[in-house]
């Protein structure tokens, strides 16, 4: 499997972004799909998930009412819309898959994108 992350930027506070992730495997719908953030300096953390039909997704609170995940198997892409960015967002953002359930831990992730850059200016 291998995932390419894309869409990052720089943006004003209060603006938006919508990262992709877009994977290269035949069943995409065996995933699980998460998102985490690396800032400068600081370790890596979920950000939020999806599990692997797409009914259900999972935020960490710094983000809910923010942050939306979605996901379109048939284009085998995972979507993360940030909205009312902040600068304390900034950081380097990956999707990474894991096959079953979704999970807030990244050493049980098997495959990871390259990070797309977001910079929040205020």
């Known amino acids: 499997v291998q995932l390419q992350a894309s869409g990052g930027g720089l943006v004003q506070a209060g603006g938006s972004l919508r990262l992709s992730c877009a994977a290269s495997?035949?069943?995409?719908?065996?995933?699980?799909v998460g998102w985490f953030r690396q800032a400068s300096g600081k370790e890596r953390e979920f950000v939020g998930g999806?599990?692997?039909?797409?009914?259900?997704?999972d935020y960490v609170d710094f983000v809910k009412g923010r942050f939306t995940i979605s996901r379109d198997n048939a284009k085998n892409t995972v979507y993360l819309q940030m909205d009312s960015l902040e600068p304390e967002d900034t950081a380097v953002y990956f999707c990474?898959?894991?096959?079953?359930?979704?999970?807030?831990?990244?050493?049980?992730?098997?495959?990871w994108g390259q990070g797309t850059q977001v910079t929040v200016s205020s």
């Open positions: 495997v035949r069943t995409f719908s065996n995933y699980a």
């Open positions: 999806i599990n692997r039909g797409g009914g259900i997704t």
């Open positions: 990474a898959a894991k096959r079953a359930i979704l999970s807030h831990v990244p050493r049980l992730y098997d495959y």
